[in-house]
């Protein structure tokens, strides 16, 4: 039997940072995503899980163009970007995997209403603006911006995921041999109630969406993969250097971006803990990651 390997695709993967958000863009880096996770799948039981952050943002913008309704909440444009990306990787991956079975989940992902998130908003969703745009879209929509390198753009809450309520459907569609992509954007953020579930207005973020995933099918490795080619070092100055293999402890001394490699390092930190491996690394460069030769390894 295959080893399991849960691989978790970034948002800024699909839709490389400075790409206009067009379908042909995005369609063209999930080919490059597809080719790689062809490759990996034929050595690992493969579930996917992708992030949506640029692409939650423009159906956010889109659902501004009619104001005839009330723009629609996170949890269902999440939705929206999870069928969107799902069912575009799932026909790549089905043109270069003919004999194996691609699904594509939409997965609920249980969190805490009062998740301290709520208040204090880091998940970078949208395209990136200059100052004067982001001045403009945020009095007019009531957005938050926070700076994401040398641009702004708008920020909405992460809340920590929870509990995967679809998993028993998950491990059906593992155990019959198929890929699955699942848990797409993170999952649908949904909280209990009194009446039972109910949306949750933010965007989980993938990366711990992926870990938890990866812990509750017990798999062997945790992939993430991103528009970084491994987790660097005083990233952006003469002093840069990669890190090619560290530990949960190691990684806790340094500070990372909490919209960006912040959340990659805290997810791979956490299922090294857990008794995993766990790497980061580029997008082209899937199964070299996995095989120790690329990225960054992260192990106890």
């Given at each position: 039997?295959k080893p399991t390997a849960v691989v978790a695709l970034g948002g800024n993967a699909l839709l490389r940072r400075g790409d206009a958000p067009s379908f042909e863009n995005q369609l063209a880096n999930i080919k490059i995503a597809a080719k790689a996770i062809a490759e990996i799948a034929k050595e690992y039981q493969v579930a996917i899980v992708h992030g949506n952050g640029p692409q939650v943002g423009l159906l956010a913008l889109q659902n501004l163009a009619y104001d005839k309704v009330s723009p629609y909440?996170?949890?269902?444009?999440?939705?929206?970007?999870?069928?969107?990306?799902?069912?575009?990787?799932?026909?790549?991956?089905?043109?270069?995997?003919?004999?194996?079975?691609?699904?594509?989940?939409?997965?609920?992902?249980?969190?805490?209403?009062?998740?301290?998130?709520?208040?204090?908003?880091?998940?970078?969703?949208?395209?990136?603006?200059?100052?004067?745009?982001?001045?403009?879209?945020?009095?007019?929509?009531?957005?938050?911006?926070?700076?994401?390198?040398?641009?702004?753009?708008?920020?909405?809450?992460?809340?920590?995921?929870?509990?995967?309520?679809?998993?028993?459907?998950?491990?059906?569609?593992?155990?019959?041999?198929?890929?699955?992509?699942?848990?797409?954007?993170?999952?649908?953020?949904?909280?209990?109630?009194?009446?039972?579930?109910?949306?949750?207005?933010?965007?989980?973020?993938?990366?711990?969406?992926?870990?938890?995933?990866?812990?509750?099918?017990?798999?062997?490795?945790?992939?993430?993969?991103?528009?970084?080619?491994?987790?660097?070092?005083?990233?952006?100055?003469?002093?840069?250097?990669?890190?090619?293999?560290?530990?949960?402890?190691?990684?806790?001394?340094?500070?990372?971006?909490?919209?960006?490699?912040?959340?990659?390092?805290?997810?791979?930190?956490?299922?090294?803990?857990?008794?995993?491996?766990?790497?980061?690394?580029?997008?082209?460069?899937?199964?070299?990651?996995?095989?120790?030769?690329?990225?960054?390894?992260?192990?106890?």
């Open positions: 039997m909440p996170l949890d269902v444009l999440g939705a929206e970007s999870e069928g969107m990306i799902g069912y575009m990787l799932a026909q790549e991956l089905q043109n270069l995997l003919p004999e194996t079975e691609v699904t594509s989940l939409l997965t609920r992902i249980e969190v805490n209403a009062d998740d301290p998130s709520m208040l204090d908003p880091t998940k970078f969703v949208g395209p990136v603006y200059n100052e004067e745009e982001a001045g403009i879209l945020a009095e007019a929509n009531n957005w938050i911006m926070k700076r994401d390198g040398d641009y702004v753009r708008r920020v909405v809450p992460s809340p920590k995921p929870i509990n995967i309520i679809d998993k028993k459907s998950i491990d059906t569609l593992l155990d019959a041999g198929q890929i699955v992509i699942c848990c797409g954007g993170g999952g649908i953020p949904v909280c209990r109630s009194e009446f039972g579930y109910k949306g949750v207005e933010g965007v989980i973020d993938k990366d711990l969406a992926a870990t938890l995933l990866a812990k509750q099918l017990k798999a062997d490795k945790l992939l993430i993969l991103t528009d970084a080619d491994a987790v660097y070092l005083d990233w952006g100055t003469e002093q840069q250097r990669a890190l090619r293999a560290t530990t949960p402890a190691q990684l806790s001394e340094y500070q990372f971006p909490a919209g960006s490699m912040g959340p990659k390092v805290e997810a791979a930190a956490d299922f090294a803990q857990f008794g995993g491996r766990a790497y980061i690394g580029a997008l082209e460069e899937g199964l070299e990651v996995l095989a120790e030769r690329a990225g960054t390894c992260v192990a106890v």
